[in-house]
């Protein structure tokens, strides 16, 4: 089967410029995930959806970053202004429902550096 | 909260040496705990897995077990490879409300041939 999909993969933009990636998970999984992984860390979840709602968006700074999955398939994560620390890979992952034992796949990520 | 503690790295060992990555984790409820793997340039990728305590987890001469008593989940192989140099994620999930993954802040480790 086919991964998750992400696009781009590096961005390079300046300070309190904007900036979007997207995702297109797993078919069929109707889990979606958007994890930061700054340098020398692991992953933190922005946001997590089911389906096109969102379940957790408890650590995602909303005066400057957005998601949305509107059609419960691809999703996309804007940042809009960004700041020198946003520089990260942004990390899509994927699960198909059913509990916590199912696994979540992740794609390559978006290398994102501020200047 | 929930969180994860890994041994800092970096790790490096020579080919055919023994690897253990040290792992405990703190959680509120009874949680699945996981190994990740990410090659560089690449998305991480499950390694192992276990979910209820004393299981054990295994995959490429990769294994892992859920002790409860030590709050643990240590990573050991027995004979590493060149191929086997990546950064080595901890992470646990907690059953029930958000199926978020908590990660470690990661290991990693480097083998020379």
């Known amino acids: 089967e086919a991964g998750v999909a992400q696009s781009p993969r590096y961005k390079i933009i300046e300070k309190r410029q904007s900036v979007a990636f997207w995702c297109n998970p797993i078919?069929?999984?109707?889990?979606l995930y958007w994890y930061q992984q700054i340098l020398g860390q692991g992953p933190k979840l922005l946001i997590q959806?089911?389906?096109?709602?969102?379940?957790?968006d408890s650590q995602l700074p909303k005066d400057r970053f957005s998601a949305e999955r509107l059609k419960g398939v691809d999703s996309t994560l804007k940042i809009q202004p960004a700041k020198l620390e946003d520089s990260a890979v942004y990390l899509c992952?994927?699960?198909?429902?059913?509990?916590?034992?199912?696994?979540?796949?992740f794609g390559d990520g978006t290398r994102l550096s501020i200047l | 909260g929930d969180s994860v503690t890994q041994m800092e790295g970096p790790v490096t060992l020579s080919e055919e040496a023994f690897l253990t990555i040290n792992c405990t984790y703190t959680a509120t409820g009874y949680p699945s705990l996981f190994w990740y793997v990410q090659y560089p340039g690449e998305g991480l990728q499950l390694l192992l897995k276990?979910?209820?305590?004393?299981d054990k987890g295994s995959n490429k001469g990769f294994e892992a077990t859920y002790r409860k008593e030590t709050t643990s989940f240590h990573l050991e192989k027995g004979s590493v490879q060149v191929s086997d140099s990546a950064v080595y994620f901890c992470a646990l999930r907690v059953q029930g409300g958000s199926e978020k993954l908590v990660f470690g802040k990661g290991t990693k480790l480097t083998v020379n041939p």
């Open positions: 992952a994927s699960s198909s429902t059913g509990g916590t034992n199912q696994p979540q796949h």
């Open positions: 276990a979910t209820k305590a004393d």
């Open positions: 959806f089911q389906n096109n709602g969102v379940v957790d």
């Open positions: 078919s069929g999984h109707a889990t």
